[in-house]
């Protein structure tokens, strides 16, 4: 399996048709044509981690944290919920409901120090890259961490663009 799919990544301007955002002309990334699913949504945890089934059955699920992308906690304990978290959590449960099947591709990586695997992770009816479209809209940050930084640079240019239209947690968290 090729871990990345830089060739057939294309922004678009379309809003993301499953997701409400504050400004419908805020350009999304999608890939030009449907991916093969190679999991399914079990749950989504928060803003950054989900819960999927792969394709051998419910005794291969696993905890994916999508590389590259920091939203706001709302889970960690005793801490409060940070600004925009819940916000975050809703938006990734809105792109991912429970049962969509979804591609996870790897990079370099393949486990952070929690044991959750770390992914790329697009929707496999129409190709959107979720990890991106976080971030684009303005639900996430970017969180390089070496070696897993194959799209270091498309993602800190979609917070700038987020952060330049003014939406998401650049809009509602000015601290």
């Known amino acids: 399996m090729s871990p990345l799919r830089p060739a057939i990544i294309a922004l678009v301007a379309l ?17 030009r044509e449907s991916v093969e699913a190679n999991a399914t949504v079990a749950y989504v945890v928060d ?19 999508l590389i590259g992308i920091d939203t706001p906690e709302t889970k960690r304990p005793e801490t409060p919920v940070e600004c925009y978290g819940p916000e975050a959590t809703a938006f990734t449960e809105a792109l991912l409901p429970v049962g969509t099947p979804i591609r996870i591709e790897r ?3 393949n486990r952070d120090d929690f044991g959750r695997l770390l992914g790329y992770v697009y929707r496999a009816e129409d190709g959107i890259f979720v990890n991106y479209e976080t971030i684009r809209q303005g639900f996430a940050t970017p969180l390089s961490i070496e070696p897993n930084t194959t799209y270091e640079s498309l993602f800190v240019d979609a917070a700038r663009a987020a952060e330049s239209d003014d939406v998401g947690l650049w809009a509602a968290c000015t601290e």
């Open 47 to 65: 803003g950054d981690t989900i819960d999927v089934v792969f394709d051998g059955g419910p005794e291969s699920e696993e905890r994916i944290r």
């Open 107 to 109: 990079d370099t990586v």
């Open 15 to 31: 809003a993301c048709g499953a997701c409400e955002t504050s400004d419908a002309s805020v350009p999304t990334t999608i890939v």
